[in-house]
C-alpha cells in the first residue's frame, strides 16, 4: 500500500506562502482603492478629490485620533483621512493605535445605520490590519465579531471589504488568528461559501479559509472534521479550484483519515466526480493555454486525493474503476492518457499521474473490475512514457 504523499519541503513552502501573502495584501490595496473611489463618485463630496492627494505626517493623524477621540465621533471626512494616512505609511498606523480610545471610535461608526460611514470605517480598519501583529490583534478583539456579522450583509461592497479586513488579520500573525479562531470565522466564511451567489465574494471566502489553514488556524483533528463535516458535506460535484484545495488542505491535515465513513464515501464520489468531469468537458475542447495551468494544478490536487484515498481504503478503487468506467463504457486508460497527455504539453511533471495509477493496480481488485481491466487493455493502452 502506497504511503500519503511526500511531506513538501518547508523551506519552499514557506517562501511560496509569503510570497502569495504579498501578492495578495498588493492586489487589495488596489482593488480597495478602486472600490473606495466608486463610493466617493456616488456618494461622496468635491473635497474627497483633494484628500486623495494629501500627504498625512504623523502630526496630521495624531490630530484626527485626538479630535475623534474628544467627540467620540469620525465624519466621513475624517474616516476618508484616515483610510488614506494608513495605506501611506506604516507610522501613521502605529501612531492613530497607539492614541488611546482612538480605535473604539472607528468601531462604533461601523455599528451606525448609514451605509457609507459603515463601508469607511470597515475600510479604515481594514488598512489599519495592514500593520503589525500587535495592531492586527487590538483590531481583532474589539472589531472581529462585527466583521463576521457583516458577512451576512445584503450590500455586497460591505461584505467584499470585511472579507479583506478579515483576510488581513488572518495573516497578521498567531495572535490576531488565535481571536479569529475563537470568534468562529471559519464558521462565518463558510457562511458566506454556502449563501452568497456572489462568485467574486465567495472566491474571497476560499482564499480566507485557505490561509487559515496555511497558518495553522485549526490545529485540532476534531476542529478539522467538524470543519470537513459542516462544509465537504454540502458540496456537489464538480468542485471549483478554489473548493478543491480547500478540500485538499484539510484532508492533509487530517492525514486524510477520518472517523466517519460515509463522509469519506462521499468525498470520493465529489472528487473523483469532479476529476471526471474535468475530462469529459475538455475531452473535446481543451483549456486554452491561459486557463492549462489552473486546470492542471486543479487536476493534480484531486489526483492526490483519490490516490491517498484509495492507499488508505482499497475499496474505493473497486468503486471508482466499476462505477465510473465498466458501467459506463469508458476507458481507464483513454482518461489517463489524456491527462498525461496534457500535463505533459505544459512539462509538468506526470509523477502524480502514476502514483495514483499504481495505488489503484495495488488493490485488491474485484474479478468483475479485474476483468474490465483486462478488457479494457489497461495495461497495453497506458502511456508510460511522453
Known amino acids: 500500500m502506497s504511503e500519503v504523499a511526500e511531506e513538501e519541503n518547508p523551506t519552499a513552502v514557506t517562501t511560496i506562502r509569503e510570497t502569495v501573502k504579498e501578492n ?46 474628544k467627540q467620540r465621533h469620525a465624519s466621513t471626512t475624517d474616516l476618508l483621512k484616515l483610510c488614506h494616512a494608513f495605506l501611506q505609511s506604516i507610522d501613521n498606523i502605529n501612531c492613530f493605535v497607539n492614541t488611546t480610545g482612538a480605535v473604539p471610535v472607528i468601531v462604533k461608526e461601523m455599528t451606525g445605520k448609514k451605509t457609507e460611514t459603515q463601508m469607511l470605517a470597515i475600510e479604515c480598519l481594514c488598512n489599519l490590519s495592514l500593520g503589525s501583529e500587535d495592531t492586527s490583534e487590538k483590531v481583532a478583539q474589539k472589531a472581529g465579531t462585527y466583521l463576521h456579522t457583516f458577512l451576512q450583509s445584503s450590500n455586497e461592497s460591505i461584505v467584499r471589504t470585511s472579507l479583506w479586513c478579515l483576510t488581513n488579520l488572518i495573516v497578521a500573525g498567531k495572535k490576531p488568528l488565535k481571536i ?31 490561509l487559515i489553514l496555511d497558518h495553522g488556524g485549526v490545529p485540532r483533528p476534531s476542529d478539522i472534521e467538524t470543519l470537513c463535516a459542516k462544509w465537504i458535506l454540502h458540496q456537489e460535484a ?23 465513513a460515509i463522509e469519506m464515501d462521499k468525498l470520493v464520489y465529489i472528487c473523483f466526480g469532479t476529476l471526471l468531469n474535468l475530462y469529459d468537458v475538455t475531452s473535446s475542447s481543451p483549456p486554452a493555454p491561459s486557463e492549462s495551468r489552473e486546470f492542471l494544478h486543479q487536476v493534480v490536487l484531486l489526483m492526490r486525493i483519490c490516490s491517498n484515498l484509495v492507499a488508505l481504503e482499497n475499496s474505493y478503487a473497486d468503486y471508482i474503476i466499476d462505477n465510473w468506467f465498466r458501467t459506463q463504457s469508458r476507458s481507464l486508460a483513454t482518461f489517463f492518457n489524456y491527462f498525461i497527455k496534457q500535463m505533459a504539453a505544459t512539462n509538468l511533471s506526470i509523477e502524480e499521474i502514476y502514483w495514483f495509477i499504481g495505488n489503484l493496480m495495488k488493490c485488491q481488485l474485484s474479478d468483475t473490475t479485474l476483468k474490465y481491466v483486462e478488457t479494457d487493455e489497461f495495461f497495453a493502452k497506458i502511456q508510460m512514457e511522453v
Do not use: W
Not at 472600490?35 to 492627494?53: C, K, V, Y
Open 24 to 69: 495578495i495584501r498588493i492586489a487589495r490595496l488596489r482593488h480597495r482603492q478602486d472600490e473606495l473611489d466608486n463610493l466617493r463618485i456616488t456618494h461622496g463630496d468635491p473635497e474627497d478629490d483633494s484628500i486623495n492627494l494629501q500627504t498625512f505626517t504623523k502630526n496630521d493623524v495624531l490630530d484626527i485620533a485626538n479630535k475623534i477621540k
Open 180 to 210: 479569529m479562531i475563537s470568534q468562529e470565522i471559519i464558521s462565518a466564511l463558510i457562511n458566506v461559501t454556502l449563501s452568497i451567489h456572489n462568485r467574486n465574494l465567495t472566491d474571497e471566502s476560499y482564499v480566507a479559509i485557505e
Open 238 to 260: 464538480p468542485l471549483d479550484l478554489g473548493k478543491t484545495k480547500i478540500v485538499y488542505k484539510l484532508l492533509n491535515l487530517l492525514e486524510f483519515k477520518s472517523n466517519d
